[in-house]
């Protein structure tokens, strides 16, 4: 639990970002993020993240407010200022984000304010399930070879 995240964001197998201005559409957000089979996109004014938006904000705050994709630009409708962690914050750590906080996804932030990547909760949940298959595994193996008494 102590593993930092810079260590899930190596496992990804995609670490392409993919960024959008706060004045792009909806339609062109939704349109990357179908090409690329993503779930968020990160907004960028002048270099600086300013926000994200997600497959969520679509369903609540395009969709469900009834406003014209083609029309209503990100800074209407992005999730703004997100939560974000560095690289050196632990599995345990984003665990505990996404559980009190109620996200999905965390942009990861290095210390020169460079993103380094986004973390998903699937991304985290993959590393559990790897861990836990690991360990019993371990733990099958000393048991099976372990001495008689």
Do not use: C
Not at 2 to 13: M, S
Not at 48 to 59: H, W
Not at 65 to 79: N, Q, W
Not at 123 to 143: C, F, G, K, M, S
């Amino acid at each position: 639990m102590h593993t930092p995240v810079a260590t899930l964001l190596g496992r990804k197998t995609s670490s392409a970002l993919h960024f959008l201005s706060p004045s792009a559409t909806v339609a062109d957000a939704v349109r990357l993020m179908n090409t690329h089979h993503l779930g968020s996109v990160l907004i960028l004014d002048e270099g600086r993240l300013v926000g994200i938006f997600s497959e969520r904000d679509v369903l609540t705050r395009v969709i469900g407010a009834d406003r014209e994709p083609r029309a209503t630009p990100l800074a209407d409708v992005m999730t703004r200022d997100p939560l974000t962690v560095p690289p050196t914050a632990t599995v345990e750590d984003v665990m505990e984000i996404i559980a009190a906080r109620r996200v999905r996804r965390l942009p990861v932030i290095g210390a020169q304010g460079e993103i380094t990547g986004v973390l998903s909760i699937g991304d985290v949940t993959r590393w559990l399930v790897d861990t836990h298959r690991a360990e019993a595994e371990h733990l099958r193996n000393y048991i099976g070879t372990a001495a008689p008494f």
